[in-house]
């Protein structure tokens, strides 16, 4: 029961090791967020299917011991994404050492859950999301997607989250505007890159139960995915290049959202004053 849960609550696709194999031997993968959760299990999954993958995250230590791993084709790229310097720095060996990426997966992020009255004083919650979750990427990209396009051939992947699709909910204003932001990016850029040959897919991820999704301890009950699981629809995306991937549910909320506006902020009104109240009633 909780397995078939989770899978109607979450997107969940995969591909054989065999398809992906097929897409991927001998590619070059740039996978953002390596060092743990999701990206590590992804990058773990593409270098035994044969790619050389680029592993980009801020944990030099655990990308250094990552690839020794997993072994020659596997590299480690560390870089801090929420700093310009460091990325220029980052595209500066990328170019020197490798080549161009025949896929990059935007995959590292920060989540904030916090209400705004606990958010007066903390300005940096947005600035540090909107780095990291929006600021970063595009700037990785802005330095790769020329010599994708004078090539003719590319993927992008970005790891977004269901809540872009759905009514903003309470207490996640850093986290969900910043992904919005870089989902609107990409998907325009893509418009203008597809002539070229260049494409991308966005992953409107569920649940992923990973360090990252912990310290919210009302997840610990909803059924969610594992870092596997969710690697492996990255995968699907990489093999298949679909525009978007979501839980099948997921237009009927956005629709919902757009069209019955007032009545979708009414319900969040009414779950934001809920959480509200067993806030204040839980001990200090």
């Known amino acids: 029961m909780t397995t078939l849960r989770s899978r109607l609550l979450n997107t969940h696709r995969d591909v054989t090791d065999q398809e992906l194999q097929q897409t991927v031997a001998g590619k ?6 390596a060092s743990h959760g999701i990206g590590r299990a ?6 035994h299917a044969g790619a050389e993958v680029l592993m980009v995250a801020r ?3 655990v990308l250094t ?5 997993l072994g020659p084709r596997a590299h480690s790229c560390p870089a801090d994404l929420s700093v310009p310097d460091d990325v220029a720095r980052l595209l500066t060996e990328l170019r020197a050492s490798f080549a161009t990426p025949d896929f990059v997966v935007s995959n590292a992020g920060k989540s904030i859950r916090r209400s705004i009255a606990e958010s007066y004083e903390r300005m940096h919650d947005f600035t540090r999301t909107i780095a990291i979750n929006y600021l970063g990427p595009v700037q990785l990209l802005l330095g790769l997607l020329e010599p994708m396009r004078e090539r003719g051939s590319g993927h992008i ?3 977004s989250t269901l809540g872009v699709l759905l009514p903003p909910a309470p207490r996640w204003a850093a986290y969900i505007s910043s992904k919005a932001a870089f989902d609107v990016w ?3 850029t893509a418009a203008e890159t597809a002539r070229d040959g260049v494409t991308a897919t966005s992953v409107y991820m569920g649940l992923v139960h990973t360090r990252m999704s912990a310290p919210t301890s009302d997840f610990n009950d909803v059924p969610g995915l594992k ?3 969710a690697a492996g629809v990255i995968c699907h995306a990489l093999v ?3 525009p978007r991937i979501a839980p099948w549910w997921a237009s009927g909320g956005a629709a919902f959202g757009a069209i019955a506006r007032g009545p979708s902020d009414a319900v969040m009104r009414h779950y934001g004053r809920q959480i509200g109240a067993r806030t204040a009633r839980e001990p200090e």
């Open 28 to 33: 070059v993968m740039l996978v953002t967020g």
């Open 59 to 61: 944990s030099q230590d």
């Open 65 to 69: 011991q990552l690839a020794a791993e």
């Open 186 to 188: 990409l998907r325009s």
């Open 157 to 159: 992947v970005n790891v």
């Open 42 to 47: 992804l990058s773990e999954r593409l270098a």
């Open 227 to 229: 870092p596997e699981q």
């Open 240 to 242: 298949h290049r679909p």
